[in-house]
């Protein structure tokens, strides 16, 4: 069993940064696949950015690509959600997923952990 936690949500005008922590238990976190999710208010979860058990393979969102980074430190059971260049359509709660398979994949279903998530306010 894996269970995660956000942290370092906030509020941030347009143009700002944050960084998103996930922190996991569980001795097999470095075999999991991992994702960052995002849901906007009045509109379903979306897939923002995956990582593979080794960081060698990324994906993201043809909206966060090229602002967003997502990076992992198995060593501290945590991944991370870079976000710079922030815009107001990005204020969503941001969560943290987490699938036993290999494919990074953008889909909501093949994940079988998540966190409670954290807020993202971005202000105009």
């Known amino acids: 069993q894996v269970q995660l936690v956000e942290s370092g949500g906030g509020l941030v005008q347009a143009g700002g940064s944050l960084r998103l922590s996930c922190a996991a238990s569980g001795r097999t976190f470095s075999s999991y696949t991992m994702g960052w999710f995002r849901q906007a208010p009045g509109k379903e979860r979306e897939f923002a950015a995956g990582i593979s058990w080794s960081g060698g393979v990324t994906r993201y969102a043809d909206s966060v690509k090229g602002r967003f980074t997502i990076s992992r430190d198995n060593a501290k059971n945590t991944i991370y959600l870079q976000m710079n260049s922030l815009k107001p359509e990005d204020t969503a709660i941001y969560y943290c997923?987490?699938?036993?398979?290999?494919?990074?994949?953008?889909?909501?279903?093949?994940?079988?952990?998540w966190g409670q998530g954290t807020q993202v306010t971005v202000s105009s």
């Open positions: 997923a987490a699938r036993s398979t290999v494919v990074v994949a953008p889909l909501e279903r093949g994940y079988e952990h």
